[in-house]
């Protein structure tokens, strides 16, 4: 039995461990008070996966990955999308980013999940070419266009997040039945030190998958897969296991994946979801505040999204 059919079994007992009553400490019922209500999915078009976000100058840029395989069981992903918002009602496509213009060469569909990150003025993406590598492309601004910065895989992994600390200094975690973190040197291409494997200490059930993501608040690292979470004091951790963000919409499964951002002063969590795996692999993207308690323990806020999508 593989990983993931294992994790799916493990689902049960685990939702046990998501807050979402208000006690000592803990969350309130309330909603978040969000002026207007957020667009979900994020678009009408289906087909959006694998988000990350970028915010800069007060707008948010979401890097997608592009599904097209309908009916097929099988993921097929011709390239990387671009949208902007300046509200998060609203979002706009303005760029993308074709596996021509890297290593992976001509006519490659499988542009699976990356992360966008801004430095010294420019604009860096990184890529996975399936299972196989991690790349590196690079931008003048936001929409691109993108080209190779390396013309060579980084790292020989996929789904890799990037991390820039508040001393400024960038990090790079990726990998699938374990993550593996690494400093990156200034110019943003290559590693700074010998890649270190994280401990995750599983008290509730983390599932031992792809696509990590890694977001910092209050002096609390927070790694996190799918909507299951893990804190540490340290970035190279030990990391314990905290449970779910939340229940249903994808977020409770080992697939949601996803980013989390801070705009206009709070915190939001974006993330994939299968329309129907037992058919495709096609999927949507949903967003929703995020709430942390005085424990740094955080909750969606899920009342923004339709309960159709559940």
């Known amino acids: 039995m593989d990983n993931r059919r294992k994790f799916l079994k493990t689902v049960g007992w685990s939702l046990a461990g ?5 006690g000592n400490g803990l969350f309130a019922s309330t909603p978040i008070n969000i002026k207007k209500r957020l667009k979900n999915p994020l678009i009408d078009e289906p087909g959006m996966s694998d988000p990350h976000m970028l915010v800069d ?5 979401v890097f997608t990955g592009h599904d097209i395989g309908f009916g097929v069981s099988d993921w097929v992903m011709p390239d990387w999308r671009i949208y902007k918002s300046t509200d998060l009602l609203s979002w706009e496509l303005v760029g993308t980013i074709k596996p021509d213009d890297s290593y992976m060469g001509s006519g490659n569909k499988s542009c699976w999940a990356g992360d966008i990150v801004k430095r010294n003025g420019k604009y860096y993406w990184y890529f996975s070419n399936r299972k196989e590598s991690v790349g590196v492309m690079v931008a003048s601004k936001p929409e691109g266009p993108y080209k190779d910065a390396l013309g060579k895989p980084l790292v ?3 789904d890799p997040t990037i991390f820039v600390d508040d001393d400024n200094t960038p990090y790079i975690v990726y990998g699938e039945h374990t993550y593996n973190i690494a400093r990156l040197k200034d110019n943003m291409i290559e590693l700074d030190e010998t890649p270190k494997e994280i401990t995750i200490n599983r008290t509730t059930t983390f599932p031992a998958t792809d696509k990590n993501s890694l ?3 209050n002096g609390i690292y927070y790694l996190s897969c ?4 893990a804190t540490s004091k340290n970035i190279y951790g030990p990391y314990e296991t905290k449970g779910l963000v939340g229940k249903g919409f994808g977020i409770d499964t080992a697939y949601g994946h996803g980013d989390f951002f801070k705009f206009k002063k709070q915190w939001y969590h974006v993330w994939c979801k299968y329309k129907d795996r037992s058919k495709d692999r096609i999927r949507d993207c949903f967003i929703a505040p995020v709430q942390y308690d005085k424990n740094g323990l955080m909750q969606d806020d899920l009342s923004q999204i339709d309960e159709k999508y559940k």
């Open 226 to 229: 799918s909507g299951y979470y």
């Open 57 to 61: 100058n007060n707008t948010c840029y």
């Open 18 to 22: 998501v807050v979402l009553a208000n």
């Open 156 to 158: 020989p992994s996929f």
């Open 215 to 217: 977001h910092k608040h």
